[in-house]
């Protein structure tokens, strides 16, 4: 599959097969986020990989939308060292980027795969920190939930031109 297709035909896929992921998948994966652009080239991302199945069962009691982490094989936690930032605050947009290049290589690869938002929710991320035993420093912004797909979507059409503006407003 080309770049093109895997971002045109990505879908938030919330239910998984038994199939395990591979650790050498799993390893594409996560140089597929260290590949995403950061500024001043900081990469101020760290990043944990779940597969422990108590793990997995406990995040959906303290985050109401990660209900699919049960049937999930694995997940990529992408945290924010902000020791690391050249410019204060850029680290999302570096994780963020990460984040992006998990779900389209996931496509790529034949995965399903959902981005959780975990930053700026206090309760959220307060909570994923003490859950892992973060250092403070560890700031996580995204949880990719990852398995090979027991639902299909079809693409969806988001372009629209009227959101395109040329050389000003």
Not at 70 to 98: H, M, N, P
Not at 106 to 114: F, I, M
Request: with cysteine.
């Amino acid at each position: 599959m080309d770049a093109m297709e895997a971002i045109l035909t990505r879908r938030s896929i919330r239910r998984y097969t038994d199939d395990p992921v591979p650790e050498e998948v799993v390893q594409q994966l996560l140089k597929a986020a260290m590949s995403a652009p950061s500024a001043s080239n900081q990469q101020p991302w760290q990043f944990i990989v779940i597969d422990d199945r108590k793990i997995l069962d406990e995040i959906p009691r303290f985050h109401p939308y990660s209900s699919m982490l049960r049937e999930a094989k694995v997940a990529i936690l992408v945290c924010g060292d902000v020791t690391r930032e050249a410019f204060k605050g850029y680290w999302i947009q570096d994780c963020s980027a990460a984040t992006e290049n998990i779900l389209i290589a996931a496509r790529a690869l034949g995965l399903g795969a959902v981005w959780l938002g975990i930053y700026p929710r206090e309760e959220r991320f307060k909570k994923m920190q003490a859950l892992l035993k973060l250092p403070e420093h560890i700031v996580p912004l995204s949880l990719v939930s990852i398995g090979y797909p027991a639902e299909t979507k079809p693409p969806s059409n988001r372009f629209d031109p009227s959101r395109i503006h040329r050389n000003g407003w």
